[in-house]
């Protein structure tokens, strides 16, 4: 598990609970940038989805915290129907006024590092078709379209995989 993590000013720790609710409005205020006619689910309480998240033994959410407070997000989980060795990066946000400032890059590193000392081998995920600029993102860093999950005309989502190599 990974604990406060130093990078420069930036500390990348495991989220606590009473951080649920800050955490909901980063995620809500990233995701209107993509969704531009409204964040689907937006009745959802998002607090308690991120404190079920944080409390489930079998995910983990990791947090940036800049200048005191929290600027990026990222939680991964074993997905349903995939060997252990396989992780999905399930969200993934930085508060867009800190964009391009290397808090998801970071964060990002963070993820791996501890899905290999985890021992995983892949990480999944899916990003909205919209979101370019997310897709830009994940593709330096070495994630590429999933074979298993092949994009067809229509859908909403992109899926991706990355590799996970231990030594790197």
Same mark, same amino acid.
């Given at each position: 598990?990974?604990?406060?993590?130093?990078?420069?000013? @930036?500390? =990348?720790?495991?989220? @606590?609970?009473?951080?649920?609710?800050?955490?909901?409005? @980063?995620?809500?205020?990233?995701?209107?940038?993509?969704?531009?006619?409204?964040?689907?689910?937006?009745?959802?309480?998002?607090?308690?989805?991120?404190?079920?998240?944080?409390?489930?033994?079998?995910?983990?959410?990791?947090? *940036?915290?800049?200048?005191?407070? =929290?600027?990026? =997000?990222?939680?991964?989980?074993? !997905?349903?129907?995939?060997?252990?060795?396989? $992780?999905?990066?399930?969200?993934?946000?930085?508060? !867009?006024?800190?964009?391009?400032?290397? =808090?998801?890059?970071?964060?990002?590193?963070?993820?791996?590092?501890?899905?290999?000392?985890?021992?995983?081998? *892949?990480?999944?995920?899916?990003?909205?078709?919209?979101? @370019?600029? *997310?897709?830009?993102?994940? *593709?330096?860093?070495?994630? $590429?379209?999933?074979?298993?999950?092949?994009?067809?005309?229509?859908?909403?989502?992109?899926?991706?995989?990355?590799?996970?190599?231990?030594?790197?």
């Amino acid at each position: 598990m990974i604990s406060d993590r130093v990078t420069g000013a @930036l500390v =990348i720790r495991t989220a @606590l609970p009473t951080e649920a609710g800050t955490i909901a409005e @980063l995620h809500l205020k990233a995701r209107s940038t993509y969704y531009p006619d409204g964040v689907p689910q937006a009745g959802l309480d998002w607090a308690e989805a991120w404190r079920g998240s944080i409390e489930r033994p079998d995910c983990q959410v990791l947090c *940036a915290i800049g200048q005191g407070r =929290i600027v990026g =997000i990222a939680s991964f989980r074993t !997905p349903d129907g995939v060997g252990p060795d396989t $992780v999905e990066l399930f969200q993934f946000h930085v508060d !867009p006024s800190h964009w391009r400032v290397g =808090i998801g890059t970071a964060l990002h590193a963070a993820c791996v590092e501890q899905w290999r000392a985890d021992g995983r081998r *892949a990480a999944v995920l899916d990003v909205h078709t919209g979101n @370019l600029r *997310a897709q830009a993102f994940y *593709a330096r860093h070495d994630w $590429v379209p999933d074979p298993e999950n092949p994009f067809t005309e229509g859908d909403h989502h992109r899926y991706l995989r990355r590799a996970v190599r231990t030594g790197e």
